[in-house]
């Protein structure tokens, strides 16, 4: 099992990414799409990766289009 120091640096790093994909202009406004198809806002999208690193997946972010506009992906790994 990951330490907590080891689980903070999965989801600060998805978090890293996610900042780095999403323009602080659009955070307001972007979307997020989980695996299960749900589309979610940005700070809901940092939540989920954040609960997903506490669960034992290694969450992973994508910039892609979602519903014709520019969004992310989010994914996990084990």
Do not use: H
């Not at 999403?22 to 997020?32: A, G, L, S």
């Amino acid at each position: 099992m990951a330490s907590n120091s080891e689980i903070e640096e999965l989801w600060i790093a998805a978090w890293n990414d996610l900042y780095a994909i999403v323009p602080e202009e659009d955070r307001c406004n972007i979307r997020c799409l989980l695996p299960d198809g749900e589309i979610i806002d940005f700070e809901a999208c940092k939540g989920w990766l954040q609960d997903s690193a506490y669960a034992g997946y290694i969450p992973s972010v994508a910039g892609a289009w979602v519903l014709g506009k520019p969004g992310v992906i989010v994914s996990t790994s084990s």
